[in-house]
């Protein structure tokens, strides 16, 4: 697959094609994929699996990486923790990134832990001014170390907080303007977060800058009655189907990858599951035609 490589204030700027499909690389699925090559456009390693390993899952990586891109997902950033950034941590991810010359790396709009704990779970923080410029410091700060551009993930949230004055597709839209980040957009932590705080996903959808979107993200989630967990366990629902069509019609399109955290299928089953989104697409691309 063809990478472009323009650059962006000074920093190395990898791109997929609009119309990349992608899979979460996920353990269970390492041997089909020595085995088999298959055809996917590119994989996504969560970065905290490989930072650390100097055997044989760093040079699994390195054998896929040779053969598709990569990109990077972390979840132990906490970007928007009040703890310092940790130093360490970024020079390990500093390291992993320079070796696998990663498509994109990514991490979440969150806060995982403080005073040296990590709660391993991302947090939701208060949307506000003050938080905005908290936040864009210490993306800046991470940029600065990587030599590239940060996209974080919009996180999946279970209530709001009563002192937020910004709309969450605002603050993300603030933050790429002051730092020159990208989105990691995740259609099911939309639907997510609108179900448990009473949002319109459409409206969300709509307020998206897509000129800053380089993916989006495929999830399942599970249905708790009087709310919705983000669990990356189940297919992915009708609902987030349609809005992904309406992700799709709105921002022309961007690299779309499906992730499974639990309840993990066979290899050939997740990659059934993505080629649906060629379908939706296809679905848009029909209804724009016949408009």
């Given at each position: 697959?063809?990478?472009?490589?323009?650059?962006?204030?000074?920093?190395?700027?990898?791109t997929?094609?609009?119309?990349?499909?992608?899979?979460?690389?996920r353990?269970p699925?390492?041997?089909?994929i020595?085995?088999?090559?298959?055809?996917?456009?590119?994989?996504?390693?969560?970065?905290?699996?490989?930072?650390?390993?100097?055997g044989?899952?760093?040079?699994?990586?390195?054998?896929?990486?040779?053969?598709?891109p990569?990109s990077?997902?972390?979840?132990?950033?906490?970007?928007?923790?009040?703890?310092?950034?940790?130093?360490n941590?970024?020079?390990?991810?500093?390291?992993?990134?320079?070796?696998?010359?990663?498509?994109?790396?990514?991490?979440?709009l969150?806060w995982?832990?403080?005073?040296?704990?990590?709660?391993?779970?991302l947090?939701?923080?208060p949307?506000?001014?003050?938080?905005?410029?908290?936040?864009a410091?210490?993306?800046?700060?991470?940029?600065?170390?990587?030599?590239?551009?940060?996209?974080l993930?919009?996180?999946?949230?279970?209530?709001?907080?009563t002192?937020?004055?910004?709309?969450?597709p605002?603050?993300?839209?603030?933050l790429?303007e002051?730092?020159?980040?990208?989105?990691?957009?995740?259609i099911?932590?939309?639907h997510?977060t609108?179900?448990?705080?009473?949002?319109?996903?459409?409206?969300?959808?709509?307020?998206?800058?897509?000129?800053r979107?380089v993916?989006?993200?495929?999830?399942?989630?599970?249905?708790c009655?009087?709310?919705?967990?983000?669990?990356?366990?189940q297919?992915?629902a009708?609902?987030?189907w349609?809005l992904?069509?309406l992700?799709?019609?709105?921002?022309?399109?961007?690299?779309?990858?499906l992730?499974?955290?639990s309840?993990?299928?066979a290899?050939?089953?997740?990659?059934?599951e993505l080629?649906?989104?060629?379908r939706?697409?296809?679905?848009?691309?029909a209804?724009?035609?016949?408009?």
């Amino acid at each position: 697959m063809r990478l472009e490589r323009p650059e962006r204030r000074g920093r190395l700027r990898l791109t997929l094609p609009r119309r990349a499909l992608g899979l979460g690389l996920r353990t269970p699925h390492v041997d089909d994929i020595l085995e088999r090559w298959p055809t996917v456009d590119w994989f996504e390693a969560i970065s905290e699996n490989y930072i650390d390993s100097a055997g044989r899952p760093r040079a699994i990586l390195r054998r896929i990486a040779e053969r598709y891109p990569v990109s990077l997902h972390g979840v132990s950033l906490s970007i928007g923790s009040t703890a310092p950034l940790d130093r360490n941590y970024l020079a390990r991810l500093k390291r992993l990134v320079d070796e696998l010359q990663p498509v994109t790396v990514s991490d979440h709009l969150c806060w995982t832990g403080v005073g040296g704990l990590n709660s391993h779970d991302l947090l939701p923080l208060p949307l506000t001014e003050e938080a905005l410029s908290h936040v864009a410091g210490r993306v800046l700060a991470v940029q600065d170390v990587l030599g590239r551009p940060l996209a974080l993930e919009n996180p999946s949230s279970y209530l709001r907080f009563t002192h937020s004055t910004l709309e969450e597709p605002v603050f993300l839209r603030a933050l790429c303007e002051a730092t020159g980040c990208e989105l990691l957009l995740d259609i099911n932590n939309v639907h997510v977060t609108c179900q448990n705080t009473g949002g319109d996903p459409a409206l969300y959808l709509e307020a998206i800058p897509w000129d800053r979107v380089v993916q989006m993200h495929l999830a399942g989630h599970e249905d708790c009655g009087t709310h919705l967990v983000d669990t990356h366990g189940q297919p992915v629902a009708p609902e987030v189907w349609s809005l992904y069509e309406l992700g799709w019609r709105l921002g022309g399109g961007a690299p779309t990858l499906l992730e499974r955290d639990s309840n993990i299928p066979a290899f050939d089953e997740c990659l059934a599951e993505l080629r649906l989104a060629e379908r939706h697409r296809a679905g848009v691309q029909a209804a724009e035609a016949c408009a």
